[in-house]
């Protein structure tokens, strides 16, 4: 049984331009989302997503997006990079009342 | 606006040695509680999910409780082991929607 699968597993990318960053969730879980985690701290909530809808969002700008496919997969999107957006992107998945499951994450670097 | 902190943020203990983790946070009104395990560089794996009506709950040599009215809960590790190395992340959903809110983590080396 696949657990949370994240795609890629290291990115380096240039300030300004934009990222799009994958997220497949355990089989049977239906909600998927999205942590932001800077060295040494814990995970930030950016987003999650529900029947392909955003449910809740956390105090991130609207350069930060994001989708759900019918799959119940999932993208993150970053627009117009900073340094500051360095940092190693985390998806979660759930179902009802499961506890959160998460994938190994992306490994963002922003130069 | 739901806080959590963790003490101590690291930890050093011999092995063999029984361990508490502490997790504190500022609203009561949480939906659950739940621990979770991060080695270096890679994704959390959860280790306890405490529903808000429950008082413990117990997985090997893992035991975490929660006292929602004094904000708090600990993990209890027994027995801590070298593989037992790794950061300790608390984490609480509210009951106000579906956010979890992360601790900074305690970092725990346990020496052979």
């Known amino acids: 049984d696949a657990g949370v699968t994240q795609s890629p597993t290291h990115l380096i990318k240039t300030r300004g331009q934009q990222v799009t960053l994958r997220c497949s969730p355990k089989?049977?879980?239906?909600?998927v989302s999205w942590y932001q985690q800077a060295l040494g701290q814990g995970p930030q909530f950016i987003f999650q997503?529900?029947?392909?809808?955003?449910?809740q969002r956390g105090n991130f700008p609207d350069r930060f997006s994001g989708h759900q496919f019918p799959n119940y997969s999932s993208e993150l999107n970053v627009n117009a990079l900073l340094l500051g957006d360095s940092a190693l992107y985390l998806c979660?998945?759930?179902?009802?009342?499961?506890?959160?499951?998460f994938g190994n994450g992306t490994r963002l670097t922003v130069t | 606006k739901q806080e959590v902190t963790q003490i101590p943020a690291a930890l050093s203990v011999p092995e063999g040695e029984n361990l508490v983790l502490n997790c504190s946070f500022t609203?009561?009104?949480?939906?659950?509680l739940q621990w979770f395990r991060q080695d270096p560089g890679k994704g959390l794996t959860s280790l306890l999910l405490?529903?808000?009506?429950?008082r413990e709950q117990t997985s090997g040599r893992l035991n975490a409780s929660l006292d929602k009215s004094s904000g708090r809960s600990t993990l209890y590790i027994a027995a801590s082991q070298p593989g037992d190395s790794a950061t300790y992340l608390c984490?609480?959903?509210?009951?106000?929607?579906?956010?979890?809110?992360f601790g900074a983590g305690t970092r725990l080396f346990v020496k052979a």
């Open positions: 979660a998945s759930s179902f009802r009342e499961s506890p959160l499951h």
């Open positions: 089989s049977g879980h239906d909600t």
């Open positions: 997503y529900y029947e392909e809808e955003e449910r």
């Open positions: 609203d009561s009104a949480i939906y659950n």
């Open positions: 405490i529903q808000s009506s429950q």
């Open positions: 984490a609480v959903r509210g009951t106000g929607g579906f956010k979890t809110i």
